[in-house]
T-cell receptor, first 109, second 117 residues
Framework: KQEVTQIPAALSVPEGENLVLNCSFT??????LQWFRQDPGKGLTSLLL?????REQTSGRLNASLDKSSGRSTLYIAASQPGDSATYLC????????FGTGTRLQVFP | NAGVMQNPRHLVRRRGQEARLRCSPM?????VYWYRQLPEEGLKFMVY????????ESGMPKERFSAEFPKEGPSILRIQQVVRGDSAAYFC???????????????FGNGTRLTVT
């Protein structure tokens, strides 16, 4: 059974810091891995999708890496801003999309 | 191109009533997924549908819950005889054909927040 874990569960940092959010999964037989952002009371916004054959994807200040063999992905956020405050979810795709429990990020000015 | 549309945004039901949640996928998307997010918990898969076909309902509770995605109109998640434990945010996502999960990112709606009193 696929299990997805995210560490840390919560993170509070001053503006400008570079951040690393971690995601680990137990079954490496995945099609792809997605990172999402969820704002309070809102839906999910897809940030990055990494195919199983890829090692990383970049979008603006975000960079996600994937090491399928070790069951790990990281989301790197450069030069964090207060607007980055949200819950970040990773999800792996095998026969269905399985979500981690998220990292709640707060960036203060 | 409108995103995934869910309605209503908020739904209040008394115990024992029925709740009907609607999801209109993005234009051109024929695959719909329903997820439930309980307070302070992660998103849990419920069901995966194509038009007129349930592909995977392994996450659906065995009783009171049903889902459909008819040839015309939105996908419906139906909860009969609601109980307080059904209070949660229900999210719908869609993706284009034909591979479903494999290559395309899922696009999520803003969810329906169900409160059972």
């Amino acid at each position: 059974k696929q299990e997805v874990t995210q560490i840390p569960a919560a993170l509070s940092v001053p503006e400008g810091e570079n951040l690393v959010l971690n995601c680990s999964f137990t079954d490496s037989a995945i099609y792809n891995l997605q990172w999402f952002r969820q704002d309070p009371g809102k839906g999910l916004t897809s940030l990055l999708l990494i195919q199983s054959s890829q090692r990383e994807q970049t979008s603006g200040r975000l960079n996600a890496s994937l090491d399928k063999s070790s069951g790990r992905s990281t989301l790197y956020i450069a030069a964090s801003q207060p607007g980055d405050s949200a819950t970040y979810l990773c999800a792996v795709v095998a026969d269905k999309l399985i979500f981690g429990t998220g990292t709640r990020l707060q960036v203060f000015p | 191109n409108a995103g995934v549309m869910q309605n209503p945004r908020h739904l209040v039901r008394r115990r024992g009533q029925e709740a009907r949640l609607r999801c209109s996928p993005m234009k051109g998307h024929s695959h719909v997924y329903w997820y439930r997010q309980l307070p302070e918990e992660g998103l849990k898969f419920m069901v995966y549908l194509q038009k007129e076909n349930i592909i995977d309902e392994s996450g659906m509770p065995k009783e009171r819950f049903s889902a459909e995605f008819p040839k015309e109109g939105p996908s419906i998640l139906r909860i009969q005889q609601v109980v307080r434990g059904d209070s949660a945010a229900y999210f719908c996502a869609s993706s284009p054909p034909p591979r479903g999960y494999g290559d395309s990112p899922l696009h999520f709606g803003n969810g329906t927040r169900l409160t059972v009193t």
